[in-house]
């Protein structure tokens, strides 16, 4: 039904997809399986038309889809449903189901709440369809999700870690749907990185890694064992510091009974002075949560850290930077840095008071000499520092980030993807960075989802699965498997 | 060269003005006039600054017209009640007090700054009428000299322009080298990164909207001057050529760009619009019309 071939494509120099090979038949659920970042998002964007592919062949029925777009892949019959749903939130749900189907010139409403209210009890669930639809769970989101894909005659149904939101009752019926839908010849692409559900439901399986097609295999003919080595698989490189194997780490910060509506359990963890502490765990399962509960950003509703025998709760942002604290965020554009303002105000921006006088007033002098300083200890590659942030390379705006950190008396780094939309020589020197940081007694919280890097910087790796902590792993037994058996909750 | 004309192509209107003016007119580069014409943008430059200011921060301030007119009336009802330096005290205190509340509403209670300010607007609209009963209330005896303040000159230049320039200067090296102005501008741009950087944005916002409200007092106070009367209905449709002024001067409505310089600027290419057509003896009906198509010409000129 549909058929993908040698499909490539590129973000600028990031290459998403290089030659993904995908067969998907009528009447067969197809698992699509790889680790965070293994290029499945863009591969459904590519296969619903959101986003335009490279090269490659993509065929659909047994005719080639030259051009995409999603109106196109709409009429072909491809439906998608995305992590983050596409529901209006403000219309019922009879709304949202018929949203952008024109039967009808004119609403008629009884009509419209009579089919909506079929449709979902056709599929098994029994939801309200004059509810506006912000008032449901998000499951019952997922559903009329669901319902609104099937409103319109669909030849392939796409499913993006559908069950992540769901409850194990509904997991149930969601299966029974698929199969019910697979029976009527239906296509489908089912995302997950559960693997219990890819072996119950699925009859394919292919594997994703680095943007490329590792294999498509008969579920029947797998197990878990087999779909993990199959997820790993590779070398890794010499980009990381050497690390001074006879480095001793004490004095360690302990976090105690962390909890709050983000995590599931209450969370116990340490972290010694001169380690890098690296979280991982699949996307959605708290890690940035850990971080920012930290900061004092993400209130907590219990839970303490201990550090030289006092112990403190984080209440606010501001306690927390008096105390040491310092937080490099994910998201460099929109809570990093100030993108359209000069390197050296970003510089300044987390301690003004160092380059001010009592009565607030900047001195230049002495602004300058601070930001030689962080400049050169950065190796910030830059024309002049009164250029806006946003005219430096990733590698070097995310340098800048740090500088703002480095700029206090900074006694633990919280960093949250430290090499995103950095290139990979700019990755070396902030792998470099941290690593000297650590040594020189920062405590180092570092989350990623990069695995390579994860398992190249981090003296232990804690795992995060849906908001508990699902195990550490010291440095001696790193292994691309057992992290991932650990974030996927495989034993 | 194109970048130096994109980056002053406020300056390089301002100019064109004044050539343009001095040709149409031989009023207009008179003494006479020139004065004339400071005292006229004095008010309205003073209200703009403070404008700019929350427009940096990404909100708006609708209320400005309403508490110059409020402070009209507050001052020239205080002028009949106590001594003139407590009358002006006490109106500054109360024209604080309006920008206390606005910004209060706008960074802790997340109102949207338009939303916010509109019912300041009203609010405070109202309350000039209620307390003046709805008629010009003529300033006392004993506060005359408010008159001499907003009326005299310094070595041929009005008061009230040194006023403005002086609160300009204040505002252009709060922006320039201080703390506080660092702040409000990072904060414009993205306010997510600077909460994030430990500043405590809420004060922040809140401060732009009592500075405003504080230039604005100032321009209320000279506008009593000016004229000797306290009157519940002036400043109608004033935040809205503030507003004006701030975006010819090249700001973004959506916070973090331009310069207090530029909107003084603004304000003086407005000012000078208005004076010439004057001189040149257009009718209003005609000025406003012009006045809006001005605007609209300066803005796409900057956006090349």
Same mark, same amino acid.
């Given at each position: 039904m549909l058929k993908l071939t040698n499909v490539y494509k590129s973000y600028g120099g990031v290459k998403a997809l290089q030659g993904v090979d995908l067969e998907v038949k009528g009447g067969e659920i197809h698992a699509l399986l790889g680790e965070n970042g293994a290029g499945k998002s863009t591969l459904m964007k590519v296969i619903s038309g959101a986003i335009a592919y490279d090269s490659g062949n993509i065929s659909f029925i047994n005719k080639e889809v030259k051009t995409n777009n999603p109106h196109i892949s709409k009429e072909l019959g491809i439906s998608i449903i995305y992590?983050?749903?596409?529901?209006?939130?403000?219309?019922t749900v009879a709304e949202n189901i018929f949203?952008?189907?024109?039967?009808?010139?004119?609403?008629k409403w009884e009509q419209l709440y009579k089919e909506a209210r079929e449709l979902i009890q056709s599929l098994g669930f029994d939801i309200?369809?004059?509810?506006?639809?912000?008032?449901?769970s998000i499951a019952q989101q997922q559903i009329v999700e669901i319902a609104k894909a099937l409103s319109k005659s669909i030849k392939l149904l796409i499913l993006d870690e559908?069950?992540?939101?769901?409850?194990s009752e509904e997991i149930k019926k969601l299966f029974t749907l698929l199969k019910k839908l697979k029976e009527k010849g239906i296509g489908i692409i089912y995302i997950s990185h559960h693997l219990e559900e890819l072996i119950e439901l699925t009859d394919q399986v292919t594997i994703l890694k680095d943007g490329k097609t590792i294999g498509t295999v008969r579920t029947?003919?797998?197990?878990k064992d087999i779909l993990i080595s199959m997820m790993v698989g590779r070398e890794l490189n010499q980009l990381y510091p050497v690390k001074n194997p006879t480095f001793k780490f004490d004095n360690p910060i302990e976090i105690k009974?962390?909890?709050?509506?983000?995590?599931n359990s209450p969370l116990n963890f340490k972290v010694y002075k001169g380690e890098i502490l690296g979280i991982g765990g699949l996307?959605?399962?708290s890690r940035t949560e850990i971080l920012q509960s930290l900061f004092g950003n993400f209130p907590i509703d219990e839970g303490t850290i201990e550090v030289d025998n006092t112990s403190f709760k984080p209440t606010n942002i501001s306690s927390m930077l008096t105390r040491g604290w310092g937080m490099v965020q994910e998201d460099r554009k929109a809570l990093?840095?100030?993108?359209?303002?000069?390197i050296k105000e970003n510089i300044s921006l987390a301690n003004l008071k160092k380059v001010s006088n009592r009565y607030g007033f900047i001195n230049p002098n002495k602004e300058k000499l601070v930001l030689d300083e962080l400049i050169t200890r950065l190796k910030i590659k830059m024309g002049?520092?009164?250029?806006?942030?946003?005219?430096?390379s990733g590698g070097n705006q995310q340098k800048v980030i740090l500088a703002k950190w480095l700029?206090?008396?900074?006694r633990v780094l919280l960093i949250d993807e430290?090499?995103?939309?950095?290139?990979v020589g700019a990755r070396y020197e902030i792998y470099q960075i941290l690593q000297n940081l650590a040594y020189s007694g920062v405590y180092i919280i570092m989350v990623s989802s990069d695995m390579e890097e994860l398992l190249g910087i981090s003296d232990r790796i804690m795992i995060m699965k849906s908001g508990t902590i699902s195990g550490i792993l010291e440095r001696k037994n790193f292994s691309e498997e057992s992290l991932l058996r650990m974030a996927i909750g495989a034993n | 060269m194109k970048n130096y004309i994109l980056k002053n192509n406020t300056l390089i209107i301002f100019i064109l003005l004044l050539f343009v003016s001095s040709i149409l007119s031989d009023?207009?580069?008179t003494i006479t006039n020139i004065s004339n014409l400071l005292r006229q943008v004095a008010p309205i430059g003073l209200v703009s600054i403070g404008m700019f200011l929350v427009i940096l921060t990404g909100g708006i301030d609708l209320s400005v017209g309403s508490i110059l007119a409020f402070i009209g009336v507050v001052f020239a009802l205080l002028s009949y009640e106590v001594y003139y330096p407590v009358a002006l005290l006490l109106s500054i205190i109360f024209g604080i007090l309006c920008g206390v509340i606005s910004g209060y509403l706008v960074?802790?209670?997340?109102?949207a700054s338009f939303i916010a300010t509109l019912a300041m607007m009203t609010i405070v609209r109202g309350g000039g009428f209620l307390l003046s009963k709805g008629a010009p209330i003529t300033v006392g005896e004993h506060s005359s000299s408010i008159l001499t303040l907003a009326n005299g000159t310094f070595l041929g230049i009005p008061y009230s322009a040194i006023i403005l320039f002086v609160s300009f200067g204040i505002v252009y090296v709060l922006l320039k080298y201080h703390v506080y102005g660092r702040k409000v501008i990072a904060l414009g741009s993205n306010e997510e990164a600077v909460r994030l950087s430990g500043i405590n944005v809420k004060q922040i916002k809140m401060s732009v909207y009592v500075l405003a409200a504080l230039l604005t007092t100032i321009a209320a106070l000279l506008m009593v001057g000016r004229t000797g009367v306290g009157t519940?209905?002036? %400043?109608?449709g004033m935040e809205l050529d503030a507003i004006a002024a701030v975006v010819i001067g090249?700001?973004?409505?959506? %916070?973090g760009k331009g310069t207090v310089f530029h909107t003084l600027l603004g304000v003086f290419i407005l000012g000078m619009i208005g004076n010439i057509m004057n001189l040149l003896d257009v009718t209003s009906y005609l000025q406003q019309l012009i006045k809006g198509v001005i605007i609209i010409l300066a803005v796409i000129f900057q956006k090349r």
């Open positions: 992590q983050e749903f596409s529901l209006i939130p403000d219309l949203f952008g189907n024109n039967t009808y010139k004119w609403i309200d369809v004059r509810k506006i639809t912000s008032e449901l559908p069950s992540a939101v769901l409850g029947a003919d797998v197990n009974g962390f909890n709050s509506k983000h995590f996307v959605g399962s990093g840095g100030v993108l359209e303002r000069s002049n520092a009164e250029d806006n942030l946003s005219s430096l700029n206090r008396e900074l430290p090499t995103r939309g950095v290139d | 009023s207009f580069l960074a802790y209670q997340y109102i519940p209905n002036v %400043g109608v090249g700001a973004s409505l959506s %916070g």
